[in-house]
């Protein structure tokens, strides 16, 4: 599950950097891009990162966010072309977006034990019964994805521990 190629450590550097400015924004550090596969060379065609507390919005995503970007750009909800890079395992919500998106492939950063449905918890980016599957890749830059996470969730414990007086 760790087929990595040489170009994906860039893109999933410009994946943590979004995942930085949402956490800048006080939105959960996950970040995503869509990569196309063009003639000329790979380049990226959507950005996302966590929106749910901005937009008041449950689906605001980051690979949600990536992925509706992307098809605008495209005019297209088909994306079979296109690689996925995101910070974080995808949630099960996310994994089935990817699936209906067609994404070639899926490259993450840090599992998630909790929701995880790229391999941790559930499977749907390669179950054999649903109409896709797509080649997934977890763990690149896995510790500097968590980091991010236990640096935003330890900052959100303090604020709450000092907001009530603990």
Not at 95 to 110: E, M, P, Q, S
Not at 123 to 143: C, F, K, V
Not at 155 to 165: E, F, H, I, K, T
Request: proline share 4%.
């Amino acid at each position: 599950m760790n087929g990595f190629y040489p170009e994906d450590s860039v893109f999933m550097q410009q994946a943590l950097n979004l995942a930085r400015r949402a956490m800048r924004m006080g939105e959960i550090p996950v970040g995503a891009i869509v990569v196309e596969d063009g003639v000329s060379g790979p380049r990226i065609i959507g950005r996302g990162f966590n929106y749910r507390e901005k937009r008041s919005d449950p689906t605001a995503h980051a690979e949600v966010v990536a992925l509706r970007a992307a098809g605008r750009f495209r005019k297209s909800w088909q994306l079979s072309d296109c690689s996925m890079y995101v910070t974080l395992e995808p949630c099960p919500m996310c994994a089935g977006a990817l699936v209906n998106a067609r994404i070639r492939r899926l490259i993450f950063g840090a599992y998630d034990p909790k929701a995880g449905a790229a391999g941790t918890l559930y499977q749907i980016t390669h179950d054999l019964r649903l109409n896709h599957r797509m080649e997934t890749s977890g763990g690149l830059m896995a510790e500097e994805s968590a980091a991010l996470l236990r640096e935003f969730f330890a900052a959100r414990r303090n604020s709450r521990l000092a907001r009530d007086g603990a």
